[in-house]
Nanobody, 124 residues
Framework: QVQLVESGGGSVQAGGSLRLSCTASGLTFSSYIMGWFRQAPGKEREIVAA????????YYADFVKGRFTISRDNAKNTVYLQMNSLKPEDTAVYYC?????????????????WGQGTQVTVSS
């Protein structure tokens, strides 16, 4: 049984930082592209960042470039999202997701497994 468990969400003031973690079990972690998505109330779920199995190939949505960093530790089956310079518009539930294969995708329906989500709230 595949499980993705996120942690690290919380409340922070604008300009602050948070680090999200997602630990996977029940899958061959290095065979999956790992992504972070987010969903704000009333909005569709959107890609934030993704990382290929090597960790050296990353993708970022334009709205987080220069502020967020995605990384992974294949030995720990864990993917991270370091979020700096947070803005109120970053407030959302953040989800970890896994996509089998080697081709990057930003589409929700192309990811095979999802975590339960962790709330990030940024106040002004």
């Amino acid at each position: 049984q595949v499980q993705l468990v996120e942690s690290g969400g919380g409340s922070v003031q604008a300009g602050g930082s948070l680090r999200l973690s997602c630990t996977a079990s029940g899958l061959t972690f290095s065979s999956y592209i790992m992504g972070w998505f987010r969903q704000a109330p009333g909005k569709e779920r959107e890609i934030v960042a993704a990382v290929k199995w090597t960790g050296s190939r990353t993708y970022y949505a334009d709205f987080v470039k220069g502020r967020f960093t995605i990384s992974r530790d294949n030995a720990k089956n864990t993917v991270y999202l370091q979020m700096n310079s947070l803005k109120p518009e970053d407030t959302a539930v953040y989800y970890c997701a896994a996509k089998k294969g080697t081709y990057y995708s930003g589409y929700v329906h192309e990811y095979d497994y999802w975590g339960q989500g962790t709330q990030v709230t940024v106040s002004s």
